[in-house]
């Protein structure tokens, strides 16, 4: 049973999952993840978001914890995916006088989850709209896609929180102990990414609010530093590279193209470029290869050609970076061909989809495996990133 203190009236009543081998079924996450809601308790007592129905006797179980007996009054529901919406029917039915607090897109989206009879007993709030639970005042902002179009966010006047919904998120469950950047990071890109525009007018709006606790859906309360987090919502969300480095992700059919990709690596290391990650898009998780391609500045896509076009992984990789709003990088490109090689044409087409793509010419050429004259071109390459 988990039950933390966040403050002398608020309290964590969420779960971690550690039987969960992929979330969202894509996303792999070695150590879990946590769902998670919260009580703030007054005269008046707001659960905020249930949590997934894999976590549902936990939930529960915790919620009564806290309640002590008490009543719930109101379930304020910031969004309805089902990591956090999973038990709101069963909310409503344990507690029939309890009422649903949301704004008008999520309550249209409810019928389409759950079979609940809402008459009298939903509060529909706006942008701007405050609930008073006796000494807290909670006020709703509206987060129209981040990254659902019924989203919103919670701040607590009173104790300055903000309910923050999915963003601020990570993966892993609360009691793992990793680094928060990396796995906030890859899950901010994968499941965020695409929204940038619209994480940007939310942290505009949360710019306006004096917080000192976010309260994220997923992953850690943060109470410290929290300049740092939003620091890095600002350039995630703008964009912009993290890190000066330089991700190589390869597309090799019988391991030539690799050995290539690796043989850049070493090259650019050699150059002093500290920051030097490589993937193998048909082995490796694509989920971090895509963190990696956000978190650096400069990229190199190799990858051989294969029916007349592209090897399906690099296919693959170059539609999710499409598909997350990939830009503002600067590209080099190898393409392996035994009689015919396109990839390489291929692949700066696909680029030209993405905004504020510079790609380097020439493009490197290697026919079946590498020789003196495409080692040379590989040196080449190697000197203009060093430059980039």
């Given amino acids: 049973m988990k039950n933390i203190t966040i403050t002398d009236t608020i309290r ?162 609360l009691d793992t102990e990793e680094d928060w950047t990396c796995e906030a990071r890859r899950y901010y890109i994968n499941i965020v990414g695409k929204y940038g525009m619209q994480v940007q007018a939310l942290l505009k709006k949360a710019a306006a609010l004096d917080i000192r606790i976010i309260c994220p859906l997923h992953g850690p309360i943060l109470t410290e530093d929290l300049g740092y987090y939003i620091g890095k919502y600002q350039i995630w969300s703008g964009y912009e590279p993290e890190d000066k480095g330089v991700l190589i992700a390869y597309a090799s059919i019988h391991g030539n193209t690799g050995k290539a990709a690796r043989k850049l690596a070493e090259m650019l290391k050699e150059k002093g470029v500290e920051n030097v990650s490589v993937f193998d898009l048909a082995r490796d998780d694509m989920a971090e290869t895509i963190e990696d391609a956000y978190r650096y500045d400069r990229m190199v896509l190799a990858a051989a050609t294969y029916d007349g076009g592209l090897f399906p992984c690099m296919e693959n990789f170059l539609a999710h970076l499409r598909s997350k709003n990939f830009q503002k990088r600067t590209v080099g490109i190898i393409e392996n061909g035994s009689w015919a090689p396109i990839a390489g044409k291929l692949m700066k087409a696909s680029l030209a989809d993405m905004k504020e793509i510079t790609v380097l010419e020439p493009v490197v050429t290697i026919k079946s495996t590498l020789n003196k004259t495409s080692e040379a071109q590989l040196e080449s390459l190697a000197q203009e990133l060093t430059k980039a």
């Avoid at 996450?29 to 998670?36: A, D, E, I, T």
């Avoid at 039915?93 to 989850?113: C, D, G, H, R």
């Avoid at 529909?124 to 896609?145: D, K, S």
Wanted: charged share 25%.
């Fill in 12 to 173: 964590y009543i969420g779960a971690d999952d550690k039987t969960i081998d992929l979330f969202e079924s894509q996303y792999v996450v070695p150590n879990g993840v946590s769902y998670n809601s919260y009580v703030i308790l007054d005269e008046k007592i707001a659960i905020m978001d249930t949590v997934d129905a894999r976590a549902e006797k936990e939930w529960f179980a915790n919620l009564e914890n806290v309640l002590e007996g008490r009543l719930p009054d109101y379930l304020v529901v910031s969004h309805l995916e089902p990591d956090h919406a999973g038990n709101i029917q069963k909310f409503m039915e344990k507690y029939p006088e309890a009422q649903i607090v949301t704004n008008a897109k999520a309550l249209s989206m409810l019928p389409q989850f759950f079979t609940l009879d809402m008459s009298g007993r939903s509060i529909v709030v706006a942008e701007g709209e405050e609930l008073v639970l006796g000494n807290h005042i909670l006020t709703f902002v509206m987060a129209p896609m981040v990254h659902w179009p019924e989203v919103m966010v919670t701040y607590d006047k009173t104790e300055k929180v903000l309910f923050s919904a999915d963003g601020f998120g990570k993966f892993g469950a």
